[in-house]
């Protein structure tokens, strides 16, 4: 692909390390929220709100609820794209931040199925919704905010910082509902649950201060200088980027099963299936995530040094490879096995996979439909891949009574996203010097 992403020459160390760690806090909000449902949705959403004689049909129903997220981050995506690619990125971001903090918090005071009936199940999904709007324009703004303020050589380390808002945002939230998961289960299903939900509202408001100070990327200044905006954004991107679209997308597999087989999925496939206590999976899956905050910026950079490509490749492979082996160490019920599975899993095959993507994207589009085009091809691959997995993993386990066919579905996943990078395309400016030109929209295409 020969798409000349035109970021400017990029800021000085300080100010850059203050734009990532922007772009960092506030996806970590978002994904703070986005996983706090999902966890929920395994231990109390379907207890509380889809109560049944079966446990494992209200699990199934809560997961219904948690795939609705992501029916919306489409949806979510097309309007923030336009809006970004129009308005502005910051705009957006602050935007995206509120809703998802006011929807998250709401949540979490939302009454049971047995205190206002079918009204609690609808307000949930409802608000699952928001939610799903919210963190469908989120990553696109972080990514590019991060990206577009970056010297060519160090986009895939500044890149990897709104990456690594996911596993932060996983921590938060494991963490929390850790926490609230050690009261009596009775207190812990009465309102133990709820704290976490509740606490949004003072991160959105920590989020909000720093976001509020961010300046435009130089790339989007050009853009209205040169009065080079498109009428409708979304549609130029598939006419232009139809390719880079659909890789973007096929690329987002793997990472999406490795978090939702062996986070989402896992939590209730360990405790429930195994018998193994939450509070082990809970604290596997907590470390984990937070090495992974180490391991994201390393990818990143060795993806400035090495290319995109390889990195990804490297990452889809092991997640290929893993399936078998991490339903294999997590039923042995050792913590420090359950440990190093999620590990595999996530602290490497995730981190390889997921780091180098912000950088990546913003290299296949122009600047003028950079948000839609990144946007869209990122939420299209979690529509995809993420909404139906839990759902898809709990009913083959109901059907089969074993791991084998959620392994093999797992395996396949991480394969597209394998083929995906190894016929995709590589921007042409990755190592570009410091210094990069404005090129309108007629001068970029797909191909």
Same mark, same amino acid.
């Given at each position: ?7 400017? !020459?990029g800021h ?19 994904w ?12 109390v ?16 129903? !809560? ?10 981050r ?16 910051k705009?957006?971001?602050?935007t995206t ?11 979490g005071?939302?009454? #049971?199925? =047995? ?23 989120e990553?696109?703004g972080?990514?590019?905010? !991060?990206?577009? =303020?970056?010297?060519?050589?160090? *986009? ?25 998961? *050690? ?18 509202a003072?991160?959105v ?21 040169? =009065? ?11 006419? *232009? ?36 206590? *939450?509070?082990?999976v ?7 995530? !937070? ?14 040094r ?36 999620e ?6 095959a995730?981190?390889?996979?997921f #780091?180098?993507?912000a ?13 839609s085009?990144?946007?869209?091809g ?6 995809? %891949?993420g ?7 709990? %009913? ?24 995906c990078?190894?016929? %995709?395309?590589?921007?042409?400016d ?6 990069s ?11």
């Open positions: 692909m020969d798409t000349k992403s035109s970021t400017a !020459a000085s160390s300080p100010k850059m390390l203050t734009i990532a760690i922007a772009s960092f806090i506030g996806s970590a909000i978002e703070f929220d986005f996983f706090l449902y999902g966890i929920t949705s395994a231990l959403f379907g207890k509380l709100y889809f109560p049944s004689g079966d446990a494992l049909t209200g699990t199934l129903l !809560a997961f219904g609820t948690f795939a609705v997220g992501f029916i919306a489409p949806f979510g995506g097309i309007v923030a794209g336009h809006l970004g690619d129009r308005v502005g990125r705009f957006v971001l602050v931040l509120v809703a998802m903090g006011v929807s998250t918090t709401l949540i005071l939302v009454p #049971s199925y =047995h205190s206002i009936g079918l009204a609690a199940p609808i307000l949930l999904i409802l608000l699952r919704i928001v939610q799903g709007l919210a963190v469908g324009g990553w696109g972080a990514a590019l905010i !991060a990206v577009e =303020h970056a010297k060519p050589n160090r *986009r895939g380390l500044y890149g990897s910082f709104p990456q690594m808002g996911l596993p932060a945002g996983l921590c938060m939230a494991v963490g929390g509902m850790e926490l609230a998961s *050690r009261l009596p289960e009775a207190e812990f299903l009465a309102w133990g649950w709820r704290v976490p939900f509740l606490c949004s003072l991160l408001a920590v989020g909000l201060v720093i976001r509020l100070r961010i300046e435009e990327p130089p790339a989007f200044k050009k853009v209205l200088d040169n =009065h080079a905006t498109v009428k409708l954004p979304i549609v130029e991107a598939f006419l *232009r980027f139809p390719r880079a679209i659909l890789i973007s997308a096929g690329l987002r597999f793997a990472d999406n099963i490795l978090y939702y087989v062996f986070t989402t999925f896992g939590l209730t496939y360990m405790t429930s299936h195994l018998g193994v206590p *939450r509070k082990t809970l604290v596997a899956i907590l470390i984990a995530a !937070a090495l992974e905050l180490l391991t994201k910026p390393f990818f990143g950079a060795l993806s400035d090495v290319g995109r490509k390889p990195v990804v490749i490297f990452g889809a492979a092991v997640a290929v490879v893993a399936p078998f082996p991490f339903f294999h160490m997590v039923g042995t019920g050792n913590p420090t096995m359950i440990l190093l599975a590990i595999m899993v996530l602290t490497i995730h981190a390889a996979v #780091s180098p993507m950088a990546w994207f913003a290299e296949m589009f122009s600047p003028e439909v950079r948000y085009g990144v946007t869209i990122f939420q299209l691959g979690a529509l995809v %891949a909404a139906p997995t839990p759902l898809i993993a709990t %009913a083959l386990l109901a059907k089969y009574g074993d791991y084998t066919p959620v392994a093999i579905f797992a395996m396949i996943a991480a394969g597209i996203t394998l083929v990078a190894l016929f %995709a395309r590589v921007a042409s990755r190592k570009a010097p410091s210094t030109t404005f090129i309108p929209a007629s001068n970029t295409h797909d191909g």
